[in-house]
């Protein structure tokens, strides 16, 4: 990568935090709004969708407008911080004709254990700070339990959108871990599996390298043990129980086929796509 492609990629890193860091800042500013002693009734009022393209024109609440705020500058993040990651610190390229996968190749320089140990940490965090504490606040009989119940709904909801969304998050980063030390723990040790016919199985391969989706079930079940938690405090313990069980049977199941990466007969630090 280029010596100018890399300082656009550190701009883009730089602006997509600032971006990442308001949309935390913007659900804590909900919270604050959701908290006043106004009426916020309005919120229940529909809002007209204009059309276009392939959008058809339709309504929404006023307080689904504002619920997905946060989401919006999440989106815009995400399209600032995966280009400024890759220019930072990866490569793109034609692949070879001897390739099973897609026409584009890329390459990049995986985060160290301490990077990601922290990133798990800071999505934990957020879990807790999003969910954890105003579920435990309103069972304690203070805050949102103290307001107006569409107030607290309101709440509520975003607790668990943004909470959820966080849990979801660790929970991929945790697995990515355990799939990443694996693999380099079975380089390091010059592990013979690695050079066997078990190591280009094209199940694997399209499983854990061209569609990742071991990462997607443990994203999917962190969101649902995540928010188990919103079912615990506001449903029923029948809710809490099948919405954990699931989580935990997703997780699990994307913890073990990504231990199993190894069989793809790919890099860790690669992924393929089509041009």
């Known amino acids: 990568m280029s010596a100018r492609g890399e300082r656009a990629g550190r701009v883009l890193l730089a602006v997509g935090v600032v971006v990442a860091v308001a949309a935390v800042a913007s659900v804590l500013v909900l919270f604050w709004y959701f908290g006043l002693p106004i009426d916020h009734g309005s919120l229940s009022k529909d809002t007209t969708i204009r059309g276009g393209l392939f959008l058809t024109e339709g309504t929404v609440s006023e307080g689904g407008v504002v619920l997905a705020v946060p989401a919006g500058l999440l ?44 990133w798990i940490v800071v999505a934990i965090a957020l879990w807790i700070g999003l969910l954890v504490v105003p579920l435990a606040s309103g069972a304690a009989g203070g805050w949102p339990s103290s307001i107006e119940e569409e107030a607290r709904q309101y709440i509520y909801i975003l607790s668990g959108i943004y909470g959820g969304l966080a849990a979801g998050l660790a929970a991929l980063l945790a697995v990515s871990l355990g799939k990443k030390r694996r693999f380099l723990a079975m380089a390091e040790a010059a592990d013979a599996r690695l050079e066997t016919a ?25 969101i649902l ?19 954990l069980a699931i989580g935990v049977g997703l997780l699990a199941i994307g913890v073990v086929t990504a231990l199993q990466f190894w069989r793809a007969g790919e890099a860790i630090g690669s992924a393929e796509g089509f041009a």
Request: overall charge positive; proline content about 2%.
């Open 198 to 222: 078990d190591a280009a199985q094209a199940f694997w391969r399209w499983y854990g390298y061209r569609w990742r989706i071991d990462g997607w079930l443990a994203t999917v079940g962190g």
């Open 75 to 118: 989106l815009v993040a995400s399209c600032l911080l995966f280009p400024g990651y890759f220019l930072t610190r990866g490569r793109m390229g034609l692949s070879s004709g001897s390739r099973l996968g897609g026409s584009v190749v890329a390459t990049y320089r995986v985060l160290g254990t301490r990077a990601h140990l922290a």
């Open 225 to 243: 043990v995540g928010v188990s938690v919103l079912a615990l405090a506001v449903g029923t313990p029948v809710v809490f129980g099948a919405t």
